[in-house]
């Protein structure tokens, strides 16, 4: 009785938790990296990186000795593999969204709120690309670009009426199908995930983001990449806003938590550990 009765409150548990969110950032050990590449990295001039730096398969980081670096090279060893694993999984699952709207032309001087855009082949951003939350906390934008994304110098995106978090659960995605050209002087915002290569010429930034290439190179010219926002944005470099339900999808996350909705395994844990003592009980009553 006393195991049946366990049982039927993690059930109800379980019901009233609903669709639990099985992961608090779709990057998983992505997440600690703010450049990753799959065949080299590459840097030239003084570049700042805020985040872990690793390769994998590839094994050649050159010119690290000019970074002023906060965070642990990986280079080629198995943090380095899971998180490429990692970043593939997300990848996959930010090109299976279903989106939003379709996009052509350039991307400066569009205001987009949270949604998911996509592009059948290459993107362009000239200017000035807004992304407005509308005062809501956990905000996302998934962008899906089926070849190339390319920005002209001082091209620039910025959040814009974030929530009551101060854009901390916001989320910035940039699925490329191919590869990322960031021009001089670019102040992007976000996460991308390449195909391919990403190239940052000289004083582009990504200041709340990642660079994460899946099987070609990172290119650094001078450049400052963080994955640590600063303030006012104080938080994980923009990787919010979504997470992978029990299915293997991506959702956005809407009023729910990860960080305080337990996790399939964590209900699992709870379900032995009550058993546990159910068992323990009776034993003890003989």
Not at 41 to 49: D, E, L, P
Not at 68 to 77: A, R, S
């Amino acid at each position: 009785m006393q195991i049946a009765r366990i049982a039927a409150i993690v059930a109800v548990a379980w019901l009233f938790y609903g669709p639990i969110p099985v992961s608090a950032s779709v990057l998983n050990m992505g997440d600690s990296f703010a450049v990753l590449a799959g065949s080299t990295v590459t840097n030239t001039g003084s570049s700042t990186v805020n985040g872990d730096i690793g390769v994998w398969p590839g094994s050649s980081i050159t010119g690290y000795g000019s970074i002023t670096h906060t965070g642990v090279v990986h280079q080629t060893d198995t943090i380095a593999q899971f998180a490429q694993a990692d970043v593939t999984t997300a990848y996959n699952g930010l090109e299976a969204m279903s989106f939003t709207s379709v996009l052509s032309g350039d991307l400066g001087g569009l205001t987009l709120t949270s949604g998911v855009y996509k592009y059948s082949s290459s993107a362009q951003l000239t200017g000035t690309l807004l992304l407005d939350a509308e005062n809501n906390n956990g905000a996302y934008w998934v962008f899906q670009i089926g070849t190339t994304l390319t920005t002209a110098s001082g091209a620039a995106i910025q959040v814009i009426n974030v929530g009551s978090n101060q854009g901390s659960d916001d989320g910035v995605f940039w699925q490329i199908g191919s590869s990322a050209t960031l021009g001089t002087g670019t102040a992007f915002e976000g996460n991308i995930l390449a195909d391919q290569s990403i190239t940052l010429n000289t004083g582009a930034s990504v200041l709340n983001g990642r660079v994460l290439a899946m099987n070609g190179a990172v290119t650094m010219d001078g450049n400052t990449v963080s994955n640590v926002c600063p303030a006012p944005n104080n938080g994980p470099g923009f990787n919010g806003g979504l997470y992978f339900d029990s299915l293997g999808n991506i959702q956005p996350l809407g009023p729910q938590n990860p960080s305080t909705v337990p996790e399939p395994a964590s209900m699992a844990i709870l379900t032995l550990g009550l058993v546990g003592l159910g068992y323990r009980k009776k034993r003890l009553q003989k």
